[in-house]
């Protein structure tokens, strides 16, 4: 008993020396954040698009591919879908997920498959202001800036950020543009199972792309449907009538894109000459008097 009392006393002693050592690093990181403009004003890379006079696109240009889409425009499918494999605890925490964590590091002492405990809000954080370096210090400014962005942004609108600015593959940022590359059609018309391959995607999007890697996408699509059946945003019956749909990726011929090469090159020249490498951002869209049926 007395070296079970000693040992208490040298884990309480360490655990109040790391939480004051704790709170000195975060009175003094916390003022020091970045300003949240960039969140509050969000104004993402957007390409310069070029169309017939009856809307139907000839050229995109721009170094991502996006199509920024509004929270309430969001397919509640397409939200279940991330929310369900990437946070499920999303609207329960305040940035940073403390059951998650435990969850996670219990899991991967058990010998499963490793998991990560990172928030949706916590990958905003890096997306917008972090490197990739996996330090101490890093992380600390993670979780700071988690914290920041939750007291500053409804939940709402972290996710709308979220999904307009993850990378997706194939050039994709946000996952309206990757309904387009991927499935050929809007993020209004997405399925579950559609929801679901998407959804994959964040964590390895080369790893889990269907174009290069059908059968890895496939069994992590199987997996996210689970999830979203266990999470209770689909019935066991949407959940196996998901698993069962043939899903139809957009190939190379069935692109919209018409072949209108020169009038779409001769756009591009005249833009950039006013607008300079800004012509690839600004999200320009430039309608030309050419009809698709010509």
Do not use: C
């Not at 889409?69 to 997920?97: S, T």
């Not at 994709?172 to 018309?189: N, Q, R, T, V």
């Amino acid at each position: 008993m007395r070296w079970l009392n000693k040992f208490l006393v040298i884990v309480a002693l360490f655990t109040i020396i790391g939480f004051s050592l704790g709170g000195v690093l975060v009175a003094f990181a916390y003022p020091q954040l970045p300003s949240l403009d960039v969140l509050t004003d969000y104004k993402p890379k957007m390409p310069l698009r070029v169309y017939t006079a009856d809307g139907a696109l000839i050229g995109e240009f721009g170094e991502e591919r996006r199509s920024l889409v509004r929270y309430k425009d969001i397919p509640k499918v397409m939200k279940q879908a991330v929310l369900a494999i990437e946070d499920d605890r999303f609207y329960e925490h305040h940035g940073v997920d403390y059951w998650g964590i435990l969850r996670a590091a219990i899991h991967n002492a058990l010998g499963g498959s490793r998991q990560g405990a990172s928030t949706i809000t916590q990958q905003v954080a890096r997306n917008f202001f972090l490197s990739s370096e996996q330090t101490i210090k890093r992380k600390l400014y993670e979780v700071l800036l988690a914290w920041k962005i939750e007291k500053t942004l409804t939940k709402d609108q972290i996710l709308e950020l979220y999904m307009n600015q993850i990378y997706l593959g194939q050039r994709a940022h946000g996952f309206a543009a990757a309904s387009e590359i991927y499935f050929g059609k809007p993020l209004k018309d997405i399925t579950v199972a559609e929801a679901a391959m998407l959804a994959g995607l964040p964590k390895a999007p080369s790893a889990y792309n269907p174009f290069a890697n059908p059968k890895r996408a496939r069994a992590r699509q199987l997996y996210i449907i689970e999830r979203m059946e266990d999470n209770k945003y689909i019935t066991a019956a949407q959940a196996k009538a998901a698993k069962a749909e043939p899903l139809k990726l957009r190939s190379s011929a069935d692109k919209n894109n018409l072949h209108a090469e020169y009038v779409a090159e001769t756009v591009r020249q005249m833009v950039f000459a006013q607008y300079g490498p800004e012509t690839y951002t600004r999200g320009l869209n430039v309608y030309t008097t050419v009809q698709s049926a010509e």
